[in-house]
């Protein structure tokens, strides 16, 4: 198991998973550090980008960078190191590999919303106001709040039906993951779900 620390967003999945990528003084990638966790010699992998602080079980890191599971990398960012471990310089290291979620939601996902399909201004505008509408009724009526998302819901599965075999008609899968900014397994299960084809025959 490799712990690492990601940012994602539900619209599009696993194809734009980011991390803090780190890389060395040679500008290479460190492999994983690999720690024992019990006496029978269980081990675990570790890629976060504290645990390359230099010690013997790691090398240090030299800059870190935001970086996307599509291959999408951003900009490197230098880490000062002091060596009497100033709490200060600590801080200064978190802060900069939090800009490197700067990167990744600031950067490379404005391209990504830019690269999918458009949509109308007057659906995203409804979109929003619908979302804010029913936030706001959660703050006094729940259960209501719980309600109007589960129509909401509803409807979305209902007006996506034709659109959704209709994409499927029309476009190859490809050209589907690229409109939705999903891969191509996402996008396949999403219209899948939204035009009611089964994965064997296209019809259930």
């Given at each position: 198991?490799?712990?690492?620390?990601?940012?994602?967003?539900?619209?599009?999945?696993?194809?734009?998973?980011?991390?803090v990528?780190?890389?060395?003084a040679?500008?290479?990638?460190?492999?994983?550090?690999?720690?024992?966790?019990?006496?029978?010699?269980?081990?675990?992998?570790?890629s976060?980008?504290?645990?390359?602080?230099?010690?013997?079980?790691?090398?240090?890191?030299?800059?870190?960078?935001?970086?996307?599971?599509?291959?999408?990398?951003?900009?490197?960012?230098?880490?000062?190191?002091?060596?009497?471990?100033?709490?200060?310089l600590?801080r200064?290291?978190v802060?900069?590999?939090?800009?490197?979620?700067?990167?990744w939601?600031?950067?490379?996902?404005?391209?990504?919303?830019?690269?999918?399909?458009?949509?109308?201004?007057?659906?995203?505008?409804?979109?929003?106001?619908?979302?804010?509408?029913?936030?706001?009724?959660?703050?006094?009526?729940?259960?209501?709040?719980?309600?109007?998302?589960?129509?909401?819901?509803?409807?979305?599965?209902?007006?996506?039906?034709?659109?959704?075999?209709?994409?499927?008609?029309?476009?190859?899968?490809?050209?589907?993951?690229?409109?939705l900014?999903?891969?191509?397994?996402?996008?396949?299960?999403?219209?899948?779900?939204?035009?009611?084809?089964?994965?064997?025959?296209?019809?259930?």
């Amino acid at each position: 198991m490799s712990e690492r620390e990601t940012w994602s967003t539900d619209e599009f999945g696993a194809l734009h998973t980011g991390e803090v990528g780190v890389l060395l003084a040679d500008g290479t990638v460190p492999r994983p550090v690999i720690f024992d966790t019990s006496s029978s010699g269980a081990a675990h992998s570790v890629s976060h980008w504290s645990v390359y602080d230099g010690t013997l079980r790691a090398p240090r890191a030299h800059a870190v960078r935001g970086v996307c599971s599509c291959g999408w990398t951003g900009p490197e960012r230098l880490l000062e190191w002091d060596e009497t471990d100033d709490p200060k310089l600590d801080r200064a290291r978190v802060n900069v590999a939090i800009h490197c979620e700067s990167d990744w939601w600031d950067m490379h996902l404005v391209e990504v919303e830019a690269s999918a399909v458009p949509l109308p201004e007057t659906i995203t505008d409804l979109l929003s106001r619908l979302g804010e509408e029913i936030e706001k009724l959660g703050h006094t009526q729940p259960l209501a709040a719980v309600r109007a998302a589960r129509k909401l819901e509803i409807t979305a599965g209902d007006v996506a039906l034709w659109p959704a075999r209709n994409a499927w008609n029309d476009n190859s899968t490809v050209q589907i993951a690229a409109a939705l900014g999903l891969n191509e397994a996402d996008a396949r299960h999403l219209l899948h779900r939204y035009s009611r084809y089964s994965r064997h025959n296209r019809y259930t």
